[in-house]
């Protein structure tokens, strides 16, 4: 009592405790009764978004994967709970965006049984940002709004359904260009020369060309131009290629991305096409 009294007239100090902000969040709220619909989860969803993105802030941290838990009924009737995790293109930590891609994801989901509870968890994380403020702005949105509609379009589409080119590590062109989930971080590009080198449309089957008089044929007689780009690869898949690859140009003045295949029967392929 004394110390309490010394503290509220001010002859003591007063000793504050730090709130301690968890190293991980997850958050739980009970649904006042058994929900049927998901669109009708929006309203504890929201509170837990609030409370994920005030514990980003405090934590100055940014979400990219962040997953939903829709349990359902326990006891000797137990239904397994629903998982609906929410992948980013771009880290985020304002409740608007996320609140938006999860209202888009719940319009499309189908309850298997009623909804008695929610629990919210912060999957992977980044460092928070702040915002790059530019003196003039694109017209046409900045890179953060082209990937904030890709995740929108995610949302209401499907990840399956929203794709962007990916860049693989491998030499083989038929593997290394693929196509993945936009909302899919995207691995390192490779350098910009070598892209240049190579053309933008490659096929899906090389296309066994003719030879007449020593030179592979397509359309017209081609003339190698550049090359050759000496291509072994794929021994670790059982996959093995050898290839020499040359830019060849038509009398059209077409260019071509064609390669001469090395082995016993050494043959003529075209494998890409330059605008």
């Keep these: 009592m004394l ?12 000793l504050h405790q730090w709130m301690a902000i968890p190293a991980t969040f997850a958050a739980h709220v009970e649904t006042f009764g058994r ?32 997953t939903l838990l829709l349990e359902h009924e326990r006891g000797h009737a137990a239904v397994p709970p629903t998982l609906l995790e929410i992948m980013l293109a771009e880290p985020a930590w304002k409740e608007a965006h996320l609140l938006r891609l999860l209202k888009e994801r719940l319009a499309k989901l189908e309850l298997q049984a009623p909804v ?52 693989t590590p491998d030499h083989r062109p038929e593997h ?7 909302t899919r971080s995207m691995k390192p590009a490779a350098d910009v020369d070598e892209l240049l080198e190579r053309p ?45 690859y040359y830019v060849a140009q038509g009398t059209d003045a077409a260019c071509y991305w064609i ?5 016993q029967d050494a043959r003529w392929f075209l494998h890409g096409m330059y605008a």
């Design 116 to 167: 008695i509870g929610l629990t919210l968890h912060a999957g992977q994380l980044q460092p928070m940002l702040p915002p790059n403020a530019q003196l003039f702005p694109e017209p046409g949105g900045s890179p953060a709004d082209f990937k904030r509609l890709l995740e929108l379009l995610s949302a209401r589409l499907g990840s399956d359904n929203v794709l962007t080119p990916l860049d």
């Design 259 to 263: 390669y001469l295949e090395r082995s």
């Design 3 to 14: 110390a309490a009294l010394d503290h509220a007239y001010g002859d003591a100090a007063a």
């Design 176 to 182: 290394c260009n693929s196509w993945g989930p936009a």
């Design 200 to 244: 933008c449309w490659v096929l899906q089957q090389p296309i066994a060309l003719r030879v007449r008089d020593e030179r592979p044929f397509y359309m017209s007689p081609l003339r190698l131009i550049r090359g050759p780009e000496r291509l072994e690869a794929g021994w670790w898949d059982d996959q093995t290629v050898g290839r020499d």
């Design 35 to 66: 929900i049927e619909h998901a669109e009708a989860l929006l309203v504890g969803a929201t509170a837990l978004i609030l409370q994920m993105t005030g514990w980003l802030t405090a934590r100055q941290l940014a979400v990219i994967t962040f």
